[in-house]
């Protein structure tokens, strides 16, 4: 309601004179050199891209975010991507669209504005950000990868899963950064810019339903085992109580997808079921 | 005439707002640094900012914000563990204590990497020993745990047992593995629960508080003796041991000085078992090396357009230091209300320096609201390394 609020009352506002939009997509944990097509795929980016006025206004991110998130591969190269799209193309009005650990990395700028030069002007231009599936409060699956790690530890073998970003989004990792680095969670100070959350709530892999196979049927099927490891209310990868734990929910996916469908953790980065409208819309 | 007597007043309400202020008396729970570290980091030199930079924004004064919160409560329904090939062969043996337990199997040691021959896999349950296609209710293998964005060591596979197996002492058969293999077994309906918590920050020097519960008999009364592990982000570790008394148990573990700092958080892993069944748990926390704290005294700069609080700050280690801070103001009915996060950052060369921390007018100015104004939860980090040097919950108060 509060975000309509907001949007109502932007809309009775004049618009800025020289105000030019723009859109960002952010991918989650992972290395990406072409998020576009690997990640987001074109279809999703090319339509939520014609919602801007000059749809040539959009940038894809491609970064390392195996890196903890305040790493130069990770919010480093974040900021850099979002710096040069800005003062290149003259962005004043940016909406950031992220997804899963994506969601962090962008949080972190947000929460360190005085780390980095860069940061500051990014902010500012910022109108809000859309996080898809945040993993915010981490999630109980990566501290189930990790944890085997301490027997090879102890042993003096490898030095386990060299996944830094899998590391972080542990339950207890992600509970110390949030107290004491990342703003936005309740008892927290809020953000600087909104933190607007899509939450998926379920995962659908049965063979005769149509929800099942938008994203890719063989990513659902995996994801359906997983739930295994996490609460009822879940997107395969993420619980919801982690995917709103910062910012303020925008909607849940029952509340707004076609049909009354669920976003998987795959699904909420793919243009199913009208999201890829509903964030084009948005801009 | 006019704008010269507007800068008048401007210089009279500049030069009457000007003053040096003192901190705080420190606080219980507060951290300060006793004495600061003067050695190399390698994060501190290699983090490159050298701009003074500052930036606060606005807070709704309704916000209830929690200074002092809760570390995090670590809860277990779990246990890993190592088993060797003859071990599996023969009969893995562990109890279960709820229907539909997930068991992950990853190649480790030498055999990392490889792949699980799963070939005479059986599972025996309370004395029923069942072939794999009648004891898993689904299994999942690496690609698609990957695929779900669940990054397990290749070769790992996971199944879920079937519910109408039950629950009691089981065992897991595996005759063809040709290495040990970490055994994963979560059971999610499970009401034997393991809970861990641990202070989130421990001065160098300084001991880690934990406290926790071993929740349903008969674990709670048989498990009197815990396990753990202390790993430091530098992949070195420490072992311990703690006695449980009852449920319950507490505990302080001296830090060995010779773990190494790094980036990222240090992990605290507690082992518990009674006979075969098991739970082990896992918490992170962090250690504040301090190379660098409050002098104790801040220049308040109080001009028209903006509030400047400089503050200032010893150091014993050249880098990037932080001021982060919540500024408070009072409304009329005495509550103190949140305005304003303010954080400034700068690089100090050893010695003293200052990091001012600026705050817009506006965002001080609210209607019902005014002195005293504070600043709560104050925060000296070291940026190159996100170290914590001191945090202070009440740091300064002006009128």
Known sequence: ?283 | MRRIACFATLALAFAASAEELKLLPAAPGDLVPERLEAAKIAAVERHGERALLQFAWPLDPQTELDFRPEPFLAESREFWTLVEPAELAAGFRFVTTAPGALIRLSPAGQAKGGRLDLAGLAIEVDGRRLAAEHALASLAADAELKRAGAEFPEGTVAFRLRPELGAGPSALILPKATGPVLVHVFEPDSPVVLRLRAGDLVPQGGRLALAGELRAEPFAKAASRLAGLITAPDGRSQGFELEARGPSFQGEIALDPALGPGEGLWELHLFAAAGELRRDVRTAFAVSRPSARLAGTARRDGRREAEELALEVEVALAGRYELRATITGTAADGRELPLAEAHAAAWLEPGRGTIPLRIERSHLVRPGVGAPWALRDLRLIRQGDQNLQERRDRALSWR
Not at chain 1, 160 to 167: E, S
């Open chain 1, 1 to 283: 309601m509060k975000r309509i609020a907001l949007l109502l009352s932007a809309a009775l506002l004049p618009a800025p004179a020289l105000a030019n939009k723009g859109v960002a997509l952010v991918h989650g944990t992972g290395h990406q050199t072409n998020a576009a097509a690997d990640y987001w795929t074109w279809d999703m980016v090319n339509s939520i891209r014609q919602g801007l006025p000059n749809p040539a206004n959009y940038v894809v991110i491609n970064c390392d975010f195996t890196q903890y998130m305040w790493a130069a591969g990770a919010a480093g190269c974040l900021a850099g991507q979002l710096h040069s799209f800005i003062t290149q193309r003259g962005i004043t009005d940016l909406v950031v669209i992220t997804h899963s650990n994506g969601g962090n990395v962008m949080r972190w700028i947000l929460s360190n504005p005085t780390y980095d030069a860069r940061y500051p002007l990014i902010i500012q231009r910022i109108r809000w950000v859309n996080a898809l599936a945040p993993s915010s409060a981490g999630t109980p699956l990566a501290t189930a990868v990790m944890n085997g790690n301490v027997f090879e530890q102890s042993l003096g073998w490898l030095l386990g899963y060299k996944n830094d970003a899998v590391r972080m989004q542990q339950p207890s990792w992600m509970a110390h950064y949030n107290a004491n680095n990342l703003y936005g969670t309740p008892g927290r100070p809020a953000l600087p810019k909104g933190f607007w959350t899509v939450v998926g709530t379920n995962v659908r892999s049965a063979v005769w339903s149509g929800n099942s196979y938008c994203g890719g049927y063989a990513e659902n099927v995996g994801l359906t085992i997983t739930q295994a490891w996490l609460a009822s209310c879940n997107d395969g990868f993420l619980e919801c109580t982690s995917q709103s734990a910062a910012g303020r929910v925008w909607f849940y996916d029952t509340q707004r997808m076609q049909n009354g469908y669920v976003l998987s953790h795959n699904q909420s980065r793919r243009p199913c079921f009208g999201l890829d409208v509903i964030l084009r819309n948005d801009l």
